[in-house]
């Protein structure tokens, strides 16, 4: 089946989480592109049952491509929130280890897909302390997995979390230009850098302008402050107007609608309604 006509100057993808866990991959990217969505970001979660796709058969992983052709709906981002459990800087060996197996796993898994992003969170250590030594620990299997990447054509972006250790782009940034890698980069949450914005009484356009050159994409995500997840969109306090247009600014051209199914029967017009609001946004953009 062909892709959908439309072109436009921009795409806008949908997370996976904001549909049934229950459905098939077939049933979930017709959901997406019957809602008006160009493409999905598949969830690599610190779930056994989410983890276990990075080891599926080369079957499996071709029936993936056939569902994403038949549909004309693909999966082009991956957010490996594993890497939240199984962090790379983990102070547990055995944790910080699998979490790199997992994280190379990923991107083959990305490769094989035809995945062009593989988001990881900007956490050393989320659940535990974070030390001198946990810090050091992320930094060096950051880099391992930059490096993985760029033997396999993936491009690796960290998002930007809710603590301290890399809540906005200027955090992330640090480490851009440490590794130096053209396959690493940012991908900022507009609800988690709204809320870093308002802790320290700066501003989340100029955070996203710190990034320019290393953002491919942005999480559109509603929040509250102190609240980070599962906030209905309008309920909170981003503005994305403002956000989008700062990402439009500096040559963003991808965004993805983060947040969601909590077993609401009108979930597949939650997904339509989301997608009006944020392409109202996205298409006052073109000709700016």
Request: hydrophobic share 35%; aromatic share 10%.
């Amino acid at each position: 089946m062909e892709r959908k006509s439309v072109m436009r100057e921009y795409e806008l993808g949908l997370y996976e989480k904001a549909m049934p866990a229950q459905l098939s991959w077939k049933e979930k990217l017709r959901a997406a592109g019957a809602a008006g969505y160009d493409y999905v970001e598949i969830s690599i979660d610190e779930t056994e049952e989410k983890i276990r796709r990075i080891y599926m058969s080369r079957e499996e992983r071709l029936s993936m491509i056939y569902d994403m052709y038949e549909t004309g709906t693909p999966i082009r981002s991956m957010c490996v929130s594993a890497l939240t459990r199984y962090s790379l800087g983990n102070s547990d060996s055995e944790l910080r280890s699998r979490g790199l197996e997992i994280a190379r796993g990923a991107i083959q898994l990305a490769e094989d897909l035809g995945v062009r992003i593989v988001m990881i969170p900007g956490y050393d250590i989320y659940y535990g302390e974070s030390t001198v030594q946990t810090k050091q620990f992320f930094e060096e299997n950051l880099e391992k997995v930059v490096l993985f990447a760029a033997s396999l054509g993936v491009l690796v972006e960290m998002e930007t979390m809710e603590n301290a250790f890399m809540n906005t782009v200027w955090k992330a940034m640090y480490h851009v230009r440490k590794i130096r890698s053209a396959y690493l980069g940012v991908y900022p949450d507009s609800g988690n850098i709204t809320n870093a914005a308002v802790s320290y009484g700066s501003d989340e356009v100029q955070d996203i302008l710190s990034g320019r050159g290393h953002i491919s994409s942005l999480h559109l995500k509603e929040s509250c402050p102190g609240k980070f997840r599962e906030i209905p969109y309008g309920e909170g306090h981003v503005d994305f107007e403002k956000v989008i247009r700062a990402a439009w600014s500096i040559g963003v051209r991808k965004y993805v609608t983060e947040f969601w199914y909590q077993g609401n029967r009108t979930w597949e017009k939650d997904l339509s309604s989301v997608n009006e609001r944020m392409r109202r946004i996205l298409d006052g953009q073109i000709g700016v």
